[in-house]
């Protein structure tokens, strides 16, 4: 399994990017978005299951989108309303959702990319 990236860069605050993550083809369960700042623990962004279903963390809702494309194997997570605390490296990952436990990581990651929002 190959998780690859992209779309990571610099924008100002109150920008918006859009990172994508390319798959080898493998329709998972579900799949997420992380995201690591320095001297921080990672900490789940946004999750899609495979019949679309989508759950944020807090401190995105309204701000981020996940969506993914199944055609062109790629996850896309689109940043609108950026904030400096928004700055980290974000991770793709493949997992799968347990109504009980929400989402569940498997130990697919991508190489991640760099997002860093200027005041």
């Known amino acids: 399994v190959q998780l690859v990236e992209s779309g990571g860069g610099l924008v100002q605050a109150g920008g918006s990017l859009r990172v994508s993550c390319m798959d080898s083809?493998?329709?998972?369960?579900?799949m997420g978005w992380y995201r690591q700042a320095p001297g921080k623990q990672r900490e789940l962004v946004a999750t899609?299951?495979?019949?679309?279903?989508?759950n944020y963390a807090d401190s995105v809702k309204g701000r981020f989108t996940i969506s993914r494309d199944n055609a062109k194997n790629t996850m896309y997570l689109q940043m609108n309303s950026l904030k400096p605390e928004d700055t980290a490296v974000y991770y793709c990952?493949?997992?799968?959702?347990?109504?009980?436990?929400?989402?569940?990581?498997?130990?697919?990651w991508g190489q991640g990319t760099q997002v860093t929002v200027s005041l």
């Open positions: 990952n493949a997992g799968y959702w347990a109504d009980e436990l929400g989402y569940r990581a498997l130990d697919y």
């Open positions: 083809g493998i329709i998972f369960n579900a």
């Open positions: 899609i299951t495979s019949s679309g279903r989508t």
